[in-house]
C-alpha cells in the first residue's frame, strides 16, 4: 500500500483538511459549543456531507495544536469510565477559521445562518 503523504503548501498556510476541520469548529463555536470531542466534530462533518476517517480527523486536531490554532484536554465521559479527548479554538485558531470562512472555499463548509 502506497503511503501517501500531505504537502504542506507555501510557509504556514493550511492544507485543504485543516481548513475543513477549522471550519467545523467555528460552525460550532458559533453555535455555543466551544469545547468538543473528535466524534462531535466527525459527527457534525458527516452532517454536511464531509466525514473523515477517525485518524485523519485526530492527526489534523493533533496538526492544528501543535500550531496553536486548538488546545486540548482530557475528561471522562458523562456517566461512563472512558476518557475523551476535548478539544477548544483557541484566538489565534479563531483568527484562522475566521480567515477560513471569509475565502469561502469549495471545501469548507458554508457558513449559512440556516444550517
Known sequence: ??????????????VKNEELVLSAALHLHRDGESQYHGYRLNGFLDEHGRKL??????????????????????????GGTQWRCVFTLTGEGLTAAEEV???????????????
Open 1 to 14: 500500500m502506497k503511503e501517501i503523504l500531505l504537502r504542506r503548501k507555501q510557509g504556514n498556510a493550511l
Open 101 to 115: 470562512a471569509a475565502k469561502s472555499v469549495d471545501h469548507t463548509i458554508a457558513l449559512n445562518p440556516g444550517m
Open 53 to 78: 476517517v477517525a485518524s485523519t480527523l485526530y492527526r489534523i486536531l493533533h496538526r492544528l495544536e501543535e500550531r496553536a490554532f486548538m488546545t486540548s484536554h482530557w475528561e471522562q465521559a458523562p
